[in-house]
């Protein structure tokens, strides 16, 4: 059975219910799953949580390292012993991951803007993979300069596929920001949701559940607050993107 399958049938135990797993291609169309009811919960970024804290509401943080934090990376080829900062890769060609990505998206963009830099003409070219790794997997073969990228995805394929990080250098870290948070549609049952919460604060205390999470490179959930997610919330006020 695939990993996706494990967790779904260990939710489905748990919950007492059919659990349905869906993916899409960007954050943009699982927001517009959660505000039409079409799903209950989702796993989201940060940046789109904050965007939408007044539809959406938040059930856990996942622990990495024991923290629900993480942060962003901003990376260049490995071959590249010159660029040091964002700054040296003005007029370059460079990768982001999506759109509402935080860690992919706006941590760069709010990192040229403290810089003075407008980061819609910084770059000579930009463009979206669709996925963090692919960040990882453009940058190491020199489609582009730089990119940003989720640092737990980039320290996980450091552990699973080496050889895909071991072609790209980081040159800069954010600060820790609240880690991509679960949460659930605005009209959920409290009675539901408190369930579904409740699940995933014990995964770590079940042997199933922990096997999972060791997967996952996770150390379990915590209940977590709106706060967390403050540092994000600052960032994309200022780069103008409430």
């Known amino acids: 059975m695939s990993f996706l399958g494990k967790w779904r049938a260990w939710l489905e135990q748990k919950l007492g219910r059919t659990v349905v ?17 079409k799903i209950d919960f989702a796993w989201l970024c940060g940046y789109p949580y904050i965007r939408h804290r007044h539809e959406f509401r938040l059930v856990v943080v996942p622990l ?39 860690s992919g998206y706006l941590y760069p963009q709010y990192a040229l803007t403290m810089l003075g830099e407008k980061p819609s003409i910084f770059f000579s070219r930009t463009f979206f993979t669709g996925a963090h790794r692919k960040v990882v997997e453009a940058v190491g073969v020199g489609l582009a300069d730089g ?17 895909l990080t071991a072609a790209t250098r980081i040159i800069d870290r954010s600060p820790l920001l609240g880690y991509p948070p679960f949460v659930a549609r605005s009209d959920i049952p409290a009675k539901e ?11 770590a205390d ?8 060791g997967r996952l490179r996770l150390d379990g959930f915590v209940t977590g607050r709106p706060g967390l997610f403050d540092g994000i919330a600052q960032m994309a006020a200022k780069v103008g993107r409430k």
């Open 21 to 37: 797993f869906v993916q899409r291609g960007n954050y943009r169309e699982i927001i517009d799953l959660l505000r039409s009811g």
């Open 147 to 163: 990119g940003a990228v989720d640092g737990y995805v980039w320290d996980t394929l450091a552990e699973v596929r080496p050889d």
């Open 193 to 203: 949701l408190d369930h579904f919460r409740q699940v995933l604060l014990g995964m």
């Open 64 to 102: 990495w390292r024991n923290q629900p934090l993480y942060q962003s990376y901003l990376i260049v080829p490995a071959d590249d012993k010159r660029t040091k900062t964002i700054a040296d890769l003005r007029g370059k060609v460079f990768a982001y991951s999506d759109p509402d990505s935080n």
């Open 206 to 213: 079940d042997p199933l559940g922990s096997e999972l999470l």
